[in-house]
């Protein structure tokens, strides 16, 4: 889930199409994936309009949505007027893990695929997302929250639709957690050591252990400029920073503390896990008529009380970039079904995701629903997340451990400017690709930019120097980042020259020969070329 750069705590997110579910057909080239319209892998029919015809596609889900979204599509099929039928072949690929498929390789991932806030960024950059045209994205706004609408935009163009939020609160047992109690951490703690029941709150993940310095009165906010260098507004490094690293203390001083987060930890005999509305089936069944749900509460230091404030994002589903805008429009058309009043009310009934379509969060049993109840409160209190530089989770995860292990203010101070020091090593990455590996120490940061591949337009390219090594291999990443890996299953040109089998799990890049080489990317389609000399 969860989780990455522009930290933007601040910047948050195809065709021009008709309403889902009927109206007139669009309009060729329409799609916003560019170029004419044409049959393409759609078979084009002759009723039903100029989209009617059968398309090959595949979709990646959630696992606890598969079913459901087979269900959607089929009705789909039997109820769109346009003569659309996609025969679907549904995979279970998570948000996270869809979108580092699709960077690696665009050409080979879904059609249609869910997506959380964090890999936004990244996706548009790789060109795996396609634009959306003006009426549907005039449909997004319409029928979306404002915050949502403002997650699926950036650059004032939409990309995605959107589907569900993305943050987390606390499950609780009510047997051993009075109703008085859910709002103080303080309290939490006496009440499951009372009980020899554990809290689980994964603060040794970023992810969580944010909320403690938001709450605090933190900041971290990340941009770019025109040249992709970072620029940081972040205070963690400061008295309110020191607050949060007390607080996190005093919750990891408790014999009865787990740094794990999951509903599954109730079976284990915890009595309050902070997650989110993922967790909200597992929580139900373990717990039954126990089950409750509350924003988090606040933490108290040196006698005053901070309100956590976990970070928030959003769950949507992206249109891959298609070479047929016939087809391209066609799977808009499925994303606009998906993502309605309607499908939003199903899923909530079937995994309890949170409906982000205004009509579908007022209908009453949204509302009347606690785990749902909890999380639109939290969304009152809580820090919205943008794209978040991959090096920065570390950078916040490290100081869990310091305030874990020590209740030295000193201590504490000095972990701080250890991850300022941090901060202004990532400020001075760019945002781009970098080529690294055995020629370079495998250093994906490279301030130099001696291996930052670069070029007008959508080509990028570097001639590097190979030495003689053991092992003469490499892969094509974001600067400062290890997750978007590039590399030999992307070589289209060049192939001849690298050992494929070499690369292994990894997909490095591995030279059969020491010597000069020229590598290029072309970041629409992702191909890679490499010639020698």
Not at 91 to 118: H, K, M, P, R
Not at 137 to 162: C, F, H, L, Q, R
Not at 330 to 336: S, T
Not at 371 to 398: E, F, P, S, Y
Request: overall charge negative; some cysteine; glycine content about 12%.
């Amino acid at each position: 889930m969860k989780k990455i750069l522009a930290i933007i705590l601040a910047l948050t997110m195809i065709a021009a199409l008709c309403a889902c579910g009927g109206g007139a057909p669009a309009a060729s080239g329409s799609a916003g994936s560019g170029g004419s319209a044409s049959s393409g892998s759609g078979q084009a029919g002759s009723s039903g309009g100029e989209l009617a015809g059968t398309y090959d596609i595949t979709v990646w889900c959630p696992d606890n949505e598969v079913e459901l979204r087979k269900a959607m599509i089929e009705e789909f099929n039997k109820t769109n007027t346009d003569g659309i039928v996609f025969n679907a072949t549904v995979e279970n690929v998570g948000e996270g893990e869809a979108a580092t498929q699709l960077i690696t390789d665009v050409e080979a991932g879904a059609d249609l695929y869910n997506f959380a806030s964090d890999q936004f960024a990244r996706l548009v950059q790789a060109n795996a997302l396609a634009k959306l045209g003006s009426k549907a994205a005039e449909i997004v706004k319409e029928g979306n929250s404002p915050a949502a609408v403002d997650a699926v935009t950036i650059g004032g163009e939409m990309y995605a639709y959107p589907l569900t939020d993305n943050g987390f609160f606390m499950y609780y047992d009510k047997s051993v957690i009075p109703e008085d109690a859910v709002g103080s951490m303080d309290k939490i703690i006496e009440a499951c050591e009372a009980a020899q029941k554990y809290l689980a709150f994964d603060v040794g993940s970023g992810w969580y252990l944010s909320a403690y310095f938001f709450g605090a009165g933190c900041v971290s906010q990340w941009s770019t400029d025109a040249e992709g260098h970072w620029n940081v507004n972040d205070d963690f490094n400061s008295d309110k920073g020191l607050i949060a690293m007390k607080g996190l203390n005093k919750l990891q001083a408790s014999p009865f503390f787990l740094s794990k987060s999951g509903a599954a930890e109730f079976d284990a005999g915890a009595a309050v896990v902070m997650s989110g509305l993922w967790d909200a089936g597992a929580a139900k069944d373990i717990l039954g008529d126990n089950l409750g749900a509350a924003p988090l509460p606040s933490f108290t230091v040196d006698g005053k009380d901070y309100q956590l404030k976990p970070f928030m994002g959003y769950k949507f589903i992206g249109v891959k970039t298609q070479t047929d805008a016939v087809k391209a429009a066609a799977l808009h058309r499925l994303a606009q079904y998906l993502t309605s009043e309607e499908a939003q009310l199903q899923r909530f009934e079937a995994v309890t995701w949170a409906p982000v379509n205004v009509n579908a969060a007022a209908a009453d049993a949204v509302k009347a629903n606690p785990v749902i109840a909890a999380d639109m409160l939290q969304q009152q209190c809580c820090t919205a997340q943008g794209q978040v530089n991959d090096g920065w989770w570390n950078l916040a995860a490290a100081l869990s451990a310091t305030a874990k292990e020590s209740g030295d203010e000193a201590a504490y101070k000095a972990a701080l400017q250890t991850y300022a020091d941090g901060l202004e090593k990532l400020k001075n990455l760019r945002e781009g690709l970098i080529f690294v590996g055995a020629w370079n120490g495998w250093n994906n940061a490279d301030e130099a930019d001696t291996y930052i591949l670069t070029g007008d337009g959508d080509v990028k390219s570097l001639t590097i120097e190979v030495p003689e090594s053991d092992y003469m291999g490499g892969r094509i990443v974001n600067i400062g980042s290890w997750e978007t890996g590039m590399g030999a299953a992307q070589v289209k040109t060049g192939a001849d020259l690298i050992d494929v089998a070499a690369g292994g799990d990894d997909n490095n890049i591995v030279f059969v020969n020491p010597g000069t080489y020229t590598v290029s990317i072309d970041t629409a389609s992702g191909e890679i070329s490499i010639t020698a000399g």
